[in-house]
């Protein structure tokens, strides 16, 4: 059983920091692109931030140079480090692991989400 555990989302003033964490089981962690993901009320889910296998990263345009993804393949972990927090940052995170194998079939998984909250 394929298991996503987000925490660490809260409530944080403007201008403040936050750190999520994912803890994955039931997948071979190491081999699957790890991705943070938000939706705040009325707009659709997208994509913040994804590290792959690999340790390549890539941002939404909105948080480049605030927020960071790392990866502890050792403790199954991916992290999302969060600064300068804003308003606009706030939502549901959602954590995601993809992977296609070889026969080009797609697996994914999500996490039940964690909320962040910016408000003074």
């Known amino acids: 059983q394929v298991q996503l555990v987000e925490s660490g989302g809260g409530l944080v003033q403007p201008g403040g920091s936050l750190r999520l964490s994912c803890a994955g089981s039931g997948i071979i962690f190491s081999m699957y692109t790890m991705g943070w993901y938000r939706q705040a009320p009325g707009k659709q889910r997208e994509l913040v931030a994804a590290?792959?296998?690999?340790?390549?990263?890539s941002y939404a345009d909105s948080v480049k140079g605030r927020f960071t993804i790392s990866r502890d393949n050792a403790k199954n972990t991916v992290y999302l480090q969060m600064n300068s927090l804003n308003p606009e940052d706030a939502g549901v995170y959602y954590c995601n692991a993809r992977r296609v194998n070889f026969l080009g079939i797609k697996n994914e998984y999500w996490g039940q989400g964690t909320q962040v909250t910016v408000s003074s």
């Open positions: 590290i792959t296998n690999g340790g390549s990263t």
